[in-house]
């Protein structure tokens, strides 16, 4: 697993902002990719047996955080890896899917394989009739339907089918992977299917719709084809994978019972360094406290308000006030885990330190251990951190003899199904069929210095050359890419049906669930889609392409972090 090629990661989308000199952004990219590795092995190690000396690297994290590198993480604009993308992908954990035989169960209605030949029972219904979309015969028949037309995507479960708009309309949702995806993750579609009824009664799907057309057969969870069913798996299936376009339930956690309150142990960490950093920083600092707060049985209170780095900006500044679920899947942490939103627990804390005299206990120095804690009575554990980087960080609690002890819980940590569900509309709307090409220009090719040949390894006309031995002519490329001025790739176009992430702004736009959605999370102020949540869809698409075409390796012979800095896994 570590000797994988180094998982994509897209490059500075606001290429204008980053003034940083040449050294830091070495040194940045280092410590990134040293992060990704730490990553890789807290998640093998949680995985697996902690004790495999294989994977006992708390010295060398040590030894690298206490050197002089002053273990700070500069902000880039890469996209963070979360605990979904670590997943050993086992096509037989998922389960068996539906293949086109599996439909026919025996029911009075024969379905072939040519979905045209399906022959009624009785011809019974008068022409004109509303079509019965409960009639397991008309089942039958959109799903075949649905397997025959949708050939890029394994079909693992069917929701019963539901009246659509119309008479002669039906509503119907299922569960899919596509057929070569290597995300560990399942998606759910719902689509309107029209249906014809012929003179001899034969019913017929004539035309399925758009990517989640199907409203009506949205929400209809439970409803499911008994056949189809497989609670157990399902249950497992649904703790370890995320299933995108379900309905998000990440509402704030309120505390259960009257009462409970006081009987709780909670855990806060309060100012610290890491604020307006990278989101790898963040994350960094973030697993520490939730890692402490697992190894302490402490229920973790969050401040679901973080700030954004101006990498990520359109204004250029640092953003305040941006709620943690635009970037990832609370409902997956609190399911995961205890946690508690700050001002929902002050208030709390309030009401109850009155009645019942609460104890507090605060602790000033990161070098007081965990395991110095888990004794504590207290109610609440307080870590404050001061002004004076580094040793304000977050993460420093989890180093040196904690290292060994606290485990990053990196599967709490997915990225919001929000953006994975445009990642997936885009997919969709490609029919999961499409090459894409990973195009990293800006600030790098701009520095001959570092990357002397990147801006001509990039250039349209090279771009065609390389291409040519690696797409087919004609096919579907998505360009993940930091150019800005998409008109660039236009001589492209001759070659391929290109595609870039801001040919789907209407996922976003004003009409659309994303924009509502995070309205709502916004007590009703409009969310912008920053460059972070842009360059995580961009690098999801990406992702999903049939090929996968990098900058680095493929399109050029430079190194990502610039001349000379080529290893064996980048
Ligand atoms: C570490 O920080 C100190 C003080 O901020 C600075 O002088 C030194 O150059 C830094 N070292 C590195 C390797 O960045
Ligand atoms: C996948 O999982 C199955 C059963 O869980 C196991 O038998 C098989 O060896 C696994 N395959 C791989 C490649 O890990
Ligand atoms: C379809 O299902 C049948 C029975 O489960 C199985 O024998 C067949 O191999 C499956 N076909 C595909 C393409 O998986
Ligand atoms: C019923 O609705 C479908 C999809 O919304 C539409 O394509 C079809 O034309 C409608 N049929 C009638 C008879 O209105
Ligand atoms: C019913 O009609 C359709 C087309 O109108 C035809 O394709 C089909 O074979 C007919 N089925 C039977 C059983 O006659
Ligand atoms: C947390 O709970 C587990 C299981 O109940 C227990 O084994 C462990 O000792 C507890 N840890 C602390 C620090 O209290």
Request: charged share 25%; proline share 4%.
């Amino acid at each position: 697993m570590l000797n994988r090629p180094a998982l994509s990661r897209t490059g500075s989308f606001r290429a204008e902002n980053l003034g940083q000199t040449a050294l830091a952004l070495i040194s940045n990219l280092c410590f990134t990719m040293f992060v990704l590795v730490v990553l890789i092995f807290t998640v093998i190690a949680a995985t697996y047996k902690p004790e495999d000396p294989l994977f006992h690297p708390s010295s060398r994290i040590t030894m690298f955080l206490t050197s002089d590198s002053n273990a700070t993480f500069v902000a880039d604009s890469t996209v963070v890896r979360t605990g979904e993308d670590f997943m050993a992908v086992n096509q037989s954990a998922f389960g068996g899917f539906i293949n086109v035989t599996d439909v026919d169960l025996g029911v009075p209605l024969r379905v072939d394989v040519n979905a045209d030949e399906v022959t009624a029972f009785e011809c019974e219904g008068q022409i004109g009739a509303p079509v019965d979309c409960s009639d397991p015969g008309v089942f039958h028949l959109m799903m075949t339907s649905a397997i025959e037309q949708f050939r890029d995507i394994h079909f693992y479960r069917f929701g019963k089918p539901v009246r659509g708009d119309n008479d002669s309309s039906c509503h119907m949702a299922w569960r899919f992977r596509p057929k070569e995806g290597k995300a560990a993750a399942f998606y759910k579609d719902y689509r309107s299917f029209v249906i014809d009824r012929s003179g001899n009664c034969t019913l017929s799907v004539v035309g399925i719709g758009e990517y989640h057309s199907g409203g009506n057969a949205r929400k209809r969870k439970k409803n499911l084809r008994p056949g189809f069913e497989k609670p157990q798996a399902d249950q497992e299936q649904r703790a370890v994978v995320p299933v995108v376009g379900e309905v998000v339930s990440d509402a704030l956690p309120a505390i259960e019972s009257e009462g409970s309150f006081s009987s709780g142990k909670y855990l806060f960490y309060t100012g610290g360094g890491e604020r307006c950093k990278s989101m790898d920083h963040f994350l960094w600092s973030f697993t520490c406290a939730l890692g402490e707060a697992k190894y302490l049985n402490r229920t973790l209170v969050m401040d679901m308000s973080i700030c954004l780095s101006s990498v990520y900006t359109s204004s250029g500044q640092d953003e305040e006030g941006k709620d943690f679920r635009y970037y990832f899947d609370f409902e997956h942490l609190k399911d995961s885990t205890s946690v508690l939103d700050q001002t929902q627990f002050w208030v709390d804390w309030n009401k109850w330190n009155q009645k019942d005299g609460l104890a507090l206990l605060p602790v000033d120095d990161f070098k007081i251990t965990p395991m110095k804690l888990a004794g504590a009575q207290e109610t609440l554990i307080m870590r404050k951190f001061g002004a004076v980087e580094p040793d304000n960080y977050w993460y420093r609690v989890c180093e040196g003899d904690a290292e060994s002890v606290i485990q990053r819980p990196w599967h709490m940590i997915w990225k919001s199904r929000r953006l994975m569900e445009i990642v997936s509309a885009i997919a969709a709307k490609l029919n999961w069929d499409f090459d894409s090409v990973h195009v990293v220009r800006g600030e790098k090719a701009r520095n001959l210095e570092l990357w002397p040949n990147l801006a001509a390894d990039t250039s349209p006309e090279a771009l065609i050359s390389t291409l040519q031995d690696k797409v087919d002519a004609g096919r579907s490329l998505y360009i993940a890419t930091d150019e800005s001025d998409t008109t660039f790739f236009d001589p492209l176009k001759d070659k391929f049906a290109t595609h870039f992430l801001d040919e789907y702004k209407d996922l976003w736009d004003e009409n659309s669930e994303w924009y509502s959605e995070t309205m709502k999370l916004n007590n009703g102020v409009p969310v912008e889609f920053d460059g972070y949540m842009r360059a995580s869809v961009d690098t999801e698409v990406f992702l999903r392409g049939k090929r996968q075409i990098e900058t680095f390796n493929d399109l050029t012979r430079d190194c990502k972090d610039g001349v000379n800095t080529c290893t064996s896994s980048s």
